[in-house]
C-alpha cells in the first residue's frame, strides 16, 4: 500500500489523474462494447458480443496510445482530445471495414456515430468521476 505520508501533493495529484484515466478507460470500454451492438443491430449488421469487443480493444489500445503521445507533446486539453477522436474515428472505420466487411463510407459513418457518442458519454463519466476523484483527493490532502 502507498503511504500517503512520504508523496508530495504533486505526486498525489498526478496518481490520482492517472487512476482516473485508467477507471475512465476502462468504464468507455465496457460501455463501448454496449454501444457497437446496439448501433449494429440498428443498422441490421451483425451484433457479436466478440466482434464488438475486439472493435473496441482496437479503440482502447489506439486511445492509450495516442493519447500518450499527444499528450507527451502538447499537453492535455480539449483540442487535442478532438485530434484524438479524429484519429480514432480514422483507425476505427478502418478495423470496421475490414471486420464487418463493410465498404469505407459506411464503416465511417457508422464509427463517427459510435465515437461522437462514446465521447459525449466519456465527458460526463469524467466529470462525476472527476468530481469524486477531487472529494476523495482533498479528503486525502487533509489527513496529511
Known sequence: MINMLFLTTDEIVILTAFVLVI??????????????RWYARKKEWSDSLLTAFIVNLIWLVTNFISGFLVELLFGANFL????????????GAIVVK????????????????????????AIL???????IIGF?????LLTI
Open 80 to 91: 487535442f482530445g478532438i485530434v484524438e477522436l479524429v484519429i480514432a474515428i480514422i483507425i
Open 23 to 36: 477507471v475512465l478507460a476502462i468504464i468507455m470500454f465496457i460501455i463501448g462494447i454496449y454501444v457497437t
Open 136 to 140: 476523495i483527493l482533498v479528503a486525502l
Open 125 to 131: 463519466i469524467g466529470i462525476v468521476l472527476g468530481i
Open 98 to 121: 475490414i471486420i464487418y466487411k463493410k465498404e469505407f463510407g459506411e464503416s465511417f459513418v457508422f464509427v463517427i456515430v459510435i465515437q461522437i457518442l462514446l465521447f459525449l458519454i
